[in-house]
């Protein structure tokens, strides 16, 4: 059976959910595939989006509100059909429809950090998770992400030393950041130190 795709940036959860994504068809012409967690208000998403349009970007946003109000700034500045955004949780979505090797990045920027310690395993950085962003990712594709949190940052980097034979962690800063998110921005306005992360996949 063929998966029919509704026309316009929002997939329906209950229109994908039966098969992995076909992500060729669901970006055609496009060359390169890249998946947002976390959109919010999708700043980030539609302007990285409109300065690379020969890419697809899927865009994942698991709370409803974050996802309508980046629903709404994407169909006032998207310039291209270049996005689709699904409303659900990404841990879940990536492992069960997103297809092994076929994203060539992965950006993840300030999640959610949950800082009491019994809700830690609710992190979207661990290095559970890595090993399954590393199968989706093509090869030489990169996570990008960023914490503005000092535990949360303290914690990714004792996980990503225990997946170092899965990626080379490679310089990134504020100064490679050609697009940055809405709390990005206010972050380092205020001054506030944020800790970035470039990982490639070996």
């Not at 997939?11 to 919010?40: K, M, N, Q, T, Y």
């Not at 990503?160 to 990134?172: C, K, Q, T």
Request: net charge positive.
């Amino acid at each position: 059976m063929v998966q029919t795709i509704r026309p316009g940036i929002e997939l329906p959860l209950s229109e994908i959910a039966d098969r992995p994504l076909d992500l060729p068809r669901l970006f055609p012409g496009r060359f390169r595939v890249e998946c947002e967690v976390g959109f919010c208000s999708a700043l980030f998403l539609t302007e990285h989006a409109n300065r690379n349009p020969g890419t697809g970007m899927l865009g994942i946003e698991k709370k409803h509100s974050y996802f309508l109000r980046g629903l709404h700034n994407l169909e006032r500045k998207l310039r291209q059909d270049n996005v689709k955004i699904v409303e659900f949780d990404a841990r879940a979505l990536i492992l069960m429809l997103v297809p092994e090797g076929s994203l060539d990045a992965l950006h993840i920027y300030f999640p959610d950090p949950w800082p009491k310690k019994r809700h830690r395993d609710r992190r979207l950085l661990t290095r559970e998770n890595l090993r399954m962003f590393h199968a989706r990712l093509r090869e030489g594709g990169r996570i990008y992400a960023a914490t503005d949190h000092p535990d949360y940052a303290e914690f990714i980097e004792k996980e990503l030393s225990a997946v170092d034979e899965f990626f080379e962690r490679l310089p990134y800063a504020a100064a490679d950041r050609e697009v940055m998110t809405k709390w990005e921005r206010r972050q380092t306005a205020k001054g506030i130190p944020v800790n970035y992360y470039q990982l490639e996949k070996r």
